[in-house]
C-alpha cells in the first residue's frame, strides 16, 4: 500500500542554518505530494504541494521537489527562522484522494 | 483562522466517562474528517464523511461513534475509552479531498 517515511526528529539548528527534512513515499502510480506544518498548539496547515513529477512545491521559503526516480520529495530552506520552529509532516495522495501523512518531524530552531 | 473550529481544546476523562468531541467549518466544504495525532506515529484517519454520509471508517473501536448531522457540523461521542486513546484528536474538512483544512485539535487524556 502507499506509505510516507519522513526522517526522525527532532532537527536542531541555528538561525540562518540550512534546512533539509528527507522525506520518501511508495505509492502505486502517479501521486500528489504534499507538506503540512504544525505550530505548537495549532492544527495542521498546508505548507506546498507538487502534483507530477520534476514539479516544485514553494511557499515562505520552503521547497521541495518531486523526484519520481528516487521517490523522494525532500523539504528544504536556505536559512531557517526560529518562527519556523514546528513538526512538518509529508503526506501523499494517490488515487483514491485519500491523504497518507508520515510520522513528522520535529524542527527546533535556536536563536 | 483556519475556519475549523473544536471544542473543547482540552478534555480529562475517566474510563467511564461519555464525552462528545465537536468540531464546525465555516468554508462551505463538503467533506470532513476525523484524525488521531499520536506522539512518534504517523496520523491516523479514523473517518471520513461527504456531503453527511460516512464513506470510511477506518476500522476504529466502536468507543468512538462519529456523528455528521450537517456539511458544517462533525462529532465524535466517547464512552468507556482506555488509557491508549490519549492522544490530540484532529478535525478537518475539505472541498476536493486533497487540500486539507485542519482544526486546532482537542487534547484527550483519559485516566
Known amino acids: 500500500g502507499n506509505s510516507v517515511t519522513q526522517m526522525e526528529g527532532p532537527v536542531t539548528l541555528s538561525e540562518e542554518a540550512f534546512l533539509t527534512i528527507n522525506c520518501t513515499y511508495t505509492a502505486t502510480g502517479y501521486p500528489s505530494l504534499f507538506w503540512y506544518v504544525q505550530y505548537p498548539g495549532e492544527g495542521l496547515q498546508l505548507l506546498l504541494k507538487a502534483t507530477k513529477a520534476d514539479d516544485k512545491g514553494s511557499n515562505k521559503g520552503f521547497e521541495a521537489t518531486y523526484r519520481k526516480e528516487t521517490t523522494s520529495f525532500h523539504l528544504e530552506k536556505g536559512s531557517v527562522q526560529v518562527s519556523d520552529s514546528a513538526v512538518y509532516f509529508c503526506?501523499?495522495?494517490?488515487?483514491?484522494?485519500?491523504?497518507?501523512f508520515g510520522t513528522g518531524t520535529l524542527l527546533a530552531v535556536q536563536p | 483562522e483556519t475556519g475549523v473550529t473544536q471544542t473543547p481544546r482540552h478534555l480529562v476523562m475517566g474510563m467511564t466517562n461519555k464525552k462528545s468531541l465537536k468540531c464546525e467549518q465555516h468554508l462551505g466544504h463538503n467533506a470532513m474528517y476525523w484524525y488521531k495525532q499520536s506522539a512518534k506515529k504517523p496520523l491516523e484517519l479514523m473517518f471520513v464523511?461527504?456531503?453527511?454520509?460516512?464513506?470510511e471508517n477506518n476500522s476504529v473501536p466502536s468507543r468512538f461513534s462519529p456523528e455528521c448531522p450537517n456539511s458544517s457540523h462533525l462529532f465524535l461521542h466517547l464512552h468507556t475509552l482506555q488509557p491508549e486513546d490519549s492522544a490530540l484528536y484532529l478535525c478537518?474538512?475539505?472541498?476536493?479531498?486533497?487540500?486539507?483544512?485542519f482544526g486546532s485539535g482537542t487534547q484527550l487524556s483519559v485516566l
Open positions: 464523511y461527504n456531503f453527511k454520509e460516512q464513506t
Open positions: 503526506a501523499l495522495s494517490g488515487a483514491t484522494n485519500k491523504l497518507i
Open positions: 478537518a474538512s475539505s472541498q476536493e479531498g486533497i487540500h486539507l483544512f
